[in-house]
Every structure is written in structure tokens, then in C-alpha cells.
């Protein structure tokens, strides 16, 4: 079964650095998602993606990030001059198209230091 | 608001019990709601949504709209059930989550 691959399954960063991580969405999926899980809370929202522009995000997605889909497969999260309270757990998901549920990476563990 | 409560952050049970895992939700509007698991070590994965009504390794979840619940109920729980469960809901479009805060279920021998 296909799967959302993310990548690094851990980062560790000096705070004020900035951080890439990736995603592989499911090969045929159109929306893609991110969400950050800080340590002992709930999933939260950050983002949603669809047809190369943001169609939906969260007051927690602010300026310091932002996402691409530099081609064809890869849909990457950019946290600029990164903070400590930063450090969380975060999912990319995909879906296929409206109505279709969310499929999960197995989450990249973002440290900051 | 959106908001999605799961009142219990620990369930604990013996094999063969009963399991109810509450979730209780606010929404204006109709939304679709959802329950995803997710094992040790392992990703968040769907387990059931509301609209398809039916049973996955046994769980099974009805749509009270009159009580804002969406409870995942098990009759007889395995330990092979022990997870993190997650109820969420999304607006129609099926676009962000809305999570509560997760319940651990922990069933022991």
C-alpha cells in the first residue's frame, strides 16, 4: 500500500537556524497537509495545499514558515530563524481529492536547541 | 469554534472487557468525523469514519448529532488494541482536522 514518506525522522537545529523538512505525498494525491504535534498536546492544523498555492492555514502558520512543491513529488515545510517552542512533532498527510480521508507520514521529531 | 474533546486521557481495561473511548465535538455546521489510531512507533492511521458506518477490528462509532458524540466502542478489547486513539472532524471538503487531545488505551492480560 502506498504510503507519505517524510524525511528526517529527527532534526535537530540551533534555534534562530532555519529547517527544511520533507514530504513525499502518495503518488496520486491532489491536497497535502501539514500538522505539528508539540509534546503532550493535541494534532494541530498548520496548512493545507492544493493546485500549487496555500489554500488554507492556521494563525500558528505565520511568516517565520512557509511550503513548496519544488516538483513533482516532494512538498517540503520551511521554518525560518526557528524558536524553541518550535520543537514538536510534525505530520505531513495527503488526500486524494475532496471528500477522501487524510493519509499520515510517520511525522519528522523537530528538535530545537 | 471547532473543537473536539476527549474527556479521558488514559483508559485502562482487562482483556475481553468493554472499551468506550468519549468524544464529544462543537460544530455549526455538518461535520465529518473520524476516529484515527495510532500503534507505538507507528503513524496516525484512519480507523473509522462516520459517513462509511462500519466496523474495523471491531470498533464501531455512531454519530450522535442531538449529543455532539461520536464514543469508539468496542465490545471485547484485545491487547493488540493498546494505542493512542484520536477522534477528529473536518468541515465538508474534507479539509484541515480538527484532534482532540488524544485517549491511550491500555489493555492488560
Known amino acids: 500500500e502506498p504510503e507519505v514518506t517524510q524525511t528526517p525522522s529527527h532534526q535537530v537545529t540551533q534555534m534562530g537556524q532555519e529547517v527544511i523538512l520533507r514530504c513525499v505525498p502518495i503518488?496520486?494525491?491532489?491536497?497535502f497537509y501539514w500538522y505539528r504535534q508539540i509534546l503532550g498536546q493535541k494534532v494541530e492544523f498548520l496548512v493545507s495545499f492544493y493546485n500549487n498555492e496555500i489554500s488554507e492555514k492556521s494563525e500558528i502558520f505565520d511568516d517565520q514558515f512557509s511550503v513548496e512543491r519544488p516538483d513533482g513529488s516532494n512538498f517540503t515545510l520551511k521554518i525560518r530563524s526557528t524558536k524553541l517552542e518550535d520543537s514538536a512533532m510534525y505530520f505531513c498527510?495527503?488526500?486524494?481529492?475532496?471528500?477522501?480521508?487524510?493519509?499520515f507520514g510517520d511525522g519528522t521529531r523537530l528538535s530545537i536547541l | 469554534a471547532q473543537r473536539v474533546t476527549q474527556p479521558e486521557k488514559l483508559l485502562s481495561v482487562f482483556k475481553g472487557a468493554p472499551v468506550e473511548l468519549k468524544c464529544n465535538y462543537s460544530?455549526?455546521?455538518?461535520?465529518?468525523l473520524f476516529w484515527y489510531v495510532q500503534y507505538s512507533r507507528q503513524r496516525l492511521q484512519l480507523l473509522l469514519r462516520h459517513i462509511s458506518r462500519e466496523s474495523i477490528k471491531g470498533f464501531t462509532a455512531d454519530l450522535n448529532k442531538g449529543e455532539t458524540s461520536f464514543h469508539l466502542k468496542k465490545p471485547f478489547a484485545q491487547e493488540e488494541d493498546s494505542a493512542m486513539y484520536y477522534c477528529?472532524?473536518?468541515?465538508?471538503?474534507?479539509?484541515?482536522?480538527?484532534f482532540g487531545t488524544g485517549t491511550r488505551l491500555l489493555v492488560s492480560p
Open positions: 477528529a472532524l473536518t468541515d465538508t471538503g474534507f479539509q484541515k482536522l480538527v
Open positions: 498527510a495527503s488526500n486524494p481529492g475532496q471528500n477522501q480521508p487524510q493519509h
Open positions: 503518488s496520486n494525491h491532489l491536497y
Open positions: 460544530y455549526s455546521g455538518s461535520p465529518e
